[in-house]
Every structure is written in structure tokens, then in C-alpha cells.
């Protein structure tokens, strides 16, 4: 083979591998596109702002990009037994010198002219610890897409709880202000009374006091309200300046079908992602034991060299041959147990990941029905205080009424006041409640 068809043929094989490489990690990838420009006005129902966040959250694009980062990883490994090919190329300059030999028949000099090399290097070395090695890769890179799907699953409920959070607090937010209205009337009412003289100062003070204790009760909604809105639009990647609307309401988010829909799926643990990442752990334990015993296989080795010399004068002697290609097999044959030590200690570990998922399976079914039994009680203890929230809203209204036409007395306005502010407050406590337990079921089921 001459110089120049040898050149052909080591630029081709860099090339189909280089492009072979390229069109591996590209191929198994997918770019993510930046939204640099941030919307003044959003308008989402619960599964667009789900979907918004899917598309938009810096921290699930992180964990896309540990996926991409397991593949690019992958075809290292690969690439490290394939053939490396290196070029170089040397000039040297002897400045005149000649060299001198002294022989039985007298001394010679020798010129030393200037030299120009040019040097190829191909090699490969293949072993088993190299061909398990891809096999840990591709059993990394099925954990990395587990540990996306579960980061996006986690961040669809985040997105649920957080939204149904606003809406509750705005439900209750307007509840308070129709409160406020007609407690204001009152107080208005009972201010014309005392000064008419048919009625005491003390009372238009008290019905002041619950006036004022309604206005620091939206208030803290207000407040409540805001810093909800702002923890989804984190979750949503908008800028605080976005101003969201909210589309859905909560009786179209928290229905009796969905949960009761969610209560009738059936379990199926492989469906579960801890479990289906507990699975991968011990087939990555498996591989390491596999790993540890390939320490005491051979590796072989596949290597060639070509060298050109280029002289630039009169004389010098070609001492480095053109080709050369050499074929080695190392085996390792005493280490002090160490490899030995090495096998166990996986063997061990492989030990603990089973334990571990025999474990797991079995909390599994148990975490399955203390789930489905929160959600129950979560849902039964929603519908009961949505009801006394309407209880406490008629028993207000009522007594505001009575109290215009002075058929009942200031403590009955007050403590029905009382009865509405805490049933409000048991009303968002309840719907918090629910959400969470449907979002863990949810998130358990893979749903």
C-alpha cells in the first residue's frame, strides 16, 4: 500500500466516524428552544398550565439534559474502543553536524541532513470491562429518562395544588368582600340609630370591630392570593410582571368522577417509577458484578504505525521502517485479591439492591391503600365543609337580616360572623387537602 492510498483511507475511516458519532448523539437528542420573550398576559386552563410548565420550567430542561448528557456519555465508551487515529508530523535541523565513526580501517563522517517526518498511528483495544461498560451506559441513560419522567409528573402536581390554591383563595377572597358589604350596611344602619338615640354607642363599636377584623381577613387573601400566584408563576418560568388568569374553577378541577375514576384504577407496580427505578439499580448492580469479574479477562490491542521520511540533502540512513503493526494481549494473573475483593464488594451491593426492591414491592401495595384512604377521607371531609361553608354563608345572611329589622341581638351577628370566617377557613384547608392527596395518588399511579 503507497503513501497516498494509506492517507485516503485513514481520512475516511476519521470521517465515517466522526460522522457516525455526530449523527449517534444527534439522532438520541433533541434540542430545546429557548422562549426569550416572556407573555405580558396569560390565560390557562389547568392542562395548558400544566403543559405551559412542561414546556417552559428551567429545572425540567435540566433534567432533559441529563438524559441527552447519559447519551453523549454512552458513546464515549463506545468511542473508546473503536480506532483512534493520530497524525503527526516532524523537522529536524542537524545545523551542518556530521557524525563521526571510528573503525579498524579508519574514520568516517557521516552528514546529517535535514529530516522531515510524517507519522500515522491507528490502534484499537478491545475488552470486556469496555463492552459492560455500555451496557452501565444504556442502563444510566433508562434512569436518567426515569428520573425526567418522574421530575415532569412532579411537576405536573405542583401545578395542580398551586393552581387550585389560587382559586380557592380567590373564591374565598370573594366571599369575604360580600361579607364585608352587608357588615358595612350594618354598621352604617347602627350609626344612624345611635344617633337617633335607639341604640347604644357600644354596639355600633362591636359591629366596627367585625368590620375591621373582615378587612385584615382580605387583606391576609389578598396577601395569600398573591404569593400563590407568584409560586406558580415560578413553576410556569414567567416574570413576575405576567399578569395570569385562570380559567378553570374548582368544581371543574376537583370533581366526584375524576376521584372517584382515580379510587377504581387498578394497581399495577410496574407502572410505579420508584419501582421502576429500584428495578434499574439492581440491573445496574448486576452489570457491576459482571464489571468486577472482567478485571481477570485479557485486552486485547490492535495497533499500526506509518512513517514517511523526507530528507533535505545529500546522505542519511533510513532506520525507521515504513509499517509497522503490532497485535498484543495483556492478562492479569496476580493482584493480591485485590479483583477478588473487588467481585465481592459488587456482590454485596447487588445484595443490598435486592433487599431494597423486595422491600419496596411489598410497601408498595401498603403505600397504595393508605393513599387511596387519604384521598377518600380528603374528599369526604371536602364535600363536608363545602357544605358548611354554605350552612355558615345562609346563617349569616340571616342573621345580617335580622339584625337590620332588630330581631336579633349583636352577639348572634358576631358569632355567625365568627361561624363564616372559620368555615372559610376549614373550606381552603379542606380543598388544600384534597388536592394533595389526589396529586400523590396521582404521582404513586403514574396517572
Not at 427505578?277 to 468486577?292: F, G, P
Not at 365568627?418 to 395518588?441: G, K, M, P, R
Request: glycine share 6%; hydrophobic share 40%.
Amino acid at each position: 500500500m503507497n503513501k497516498r492510498n494509506l492517507l485516503i483511507l485513514v481520512g475516511a475511516l476519521v470521517i465515517s466516524t466522526t460522522t457516525f458519532a455526530e449523527d449517534h448523539v444527534m439522532a438520541a437528542t433533541k434540542p430545546i428552544k429557548e422562549n426569550n420573550d416572556a407573555p405580558k398576559t396569560l390565560s390557562l386552563s389547568l392542562k395548558e398550565a400544566q403543559d405551559y410548565a412542561v414546556k417552559q420550567n428551567r429545572s425540567l430542561k435540566n433534567a432533559s439534559l441529563a438524559v441527552q448528557e447519559a447519551y453523549a456519555s454512552r458513546w464515549q465508551t463506545i468511542a473508546s474502543m473503536l480506532p483512534q487515529v493520530d497524525g503527526s508530523y516532524s523537522y529536524s535541523n542537524y545545523c551542518g553536524y556530521s557524525a563521526s565513526m571510528e573503525t579498524a580501517m579508519g574514520s568516517f563522517k557521516i552528514d546529517m541532513p535535514n529530516v522531515g517526518a510524517l507519522g500515522v498511528t491507528a490502534s484499537m483495544g478491545i475488552n470486556g470491562q469496555g463492552i459492560i461498560g455500555i451496557l452501565l451506559n444504556n442502563i444510566a441513560i433508562d434512569m436518567k429518562k426515569i428520573a425526567l419522567e418522574q421530575s415532569e409528573t412532579q411537576l405536573r402536581g405542583s401545578v395542580m395544588s398551586t393552581y387550585v390554591s389560587v382559586l380557592a383563595l380567590q373564591s374565598i377572597a370573594g366571599l369575604l368582600d360580600s361579607s364585608l358589604v352587608n357588615i358595612q350596611d350594618l354598621e352604617q344602619i347602627t350609626q344612624y340609630a345611635v344617633q337617633a338615640g335607639a341604640a347604644e354607642q357600644t354596639t355600633a363599636d362591636q359591629i366596627r370591630v367585625r368590620v375591621n377584623t373582615l378587612k385584615n381577613s382580605i387583606n391576609a387573601q389578598k396577601r395569600n392570593i398573591e404569593l400563590a400566584t407568584n409560586s406558580l408563576k415560578v413553576l410556569l418560568d414567567v416574570p413576575v410582571q405576567t399578569e395570569l388568569t385562570l380559567t378553570d374553577s374548582i368544581e371543574g378541577v376537583l370533581t366526584p368522577e375524576s376521584i372517584l375514576n382515580l379510587l377504581a384504577e387498578n394497581f399495577a407496580i410496574e407502572n410505579n417509577l420508584n419501582y421502576q427505578l429500584l428495578q434499574k439499580q439492581v440491573e445496574l448492580a448486576k452489570k457491576n458484578v459482571h464489571m468486577a469479574g472482567w478485571a481477570y479477562g485479557p485486552t486485547v490491542s490492535v495497533g499500526y504505525n506509518f512513517t514517511d521520511q523526507q530528507y533535505y540533502g545529500e546522505g542519511g540512513m533510513r532506520m525507521t521502517p515504513p509499517n509497522v503493526v503490532q497485535v498484543s494481549v495483556r492478562m492479569p494473573l496476580w493482584s493480591s485479591g485485590k479483583r477478588a475483593a473487588g467481585v465481592v464488594e459488587k456482590k454485596i451491593a447487588l445484595e443490598e439492591a435486592k433487599n431494597t426492591l423486595s422491600e419496596t414491592t411489598d410497601n408498595l401495595a401498603i403505600q397504595y391503600r393508605q393513599l387511596c384512604y387519604n384521598l377518600t377521607n380528603a374528599y369526604e371531609t371536602y364535600t363536608n365543609e363545602k357544605e358548611n361553608i354554605d350552612v355558615a354563608q345562609r346563617v349569616f345572611t340571616s342573621a345580617t337580616n335580622k339584625y337590620k329589622y332588630g330581631a336579633s341581638s349583636n352577639m348572634e351577628l358576631t358569632n355567625a360572623s365568627n361561624d363564616l370566617i372559620n368555615a372559610q377557613s376549614s373550606y381552603v384547608q379542606s380543598i388544600l387537602s384534597l388536592v394533595n392527596a389526589q396529586v400523590e395518588l396521582q404521582n404513586f399511579l403514574n396517572n
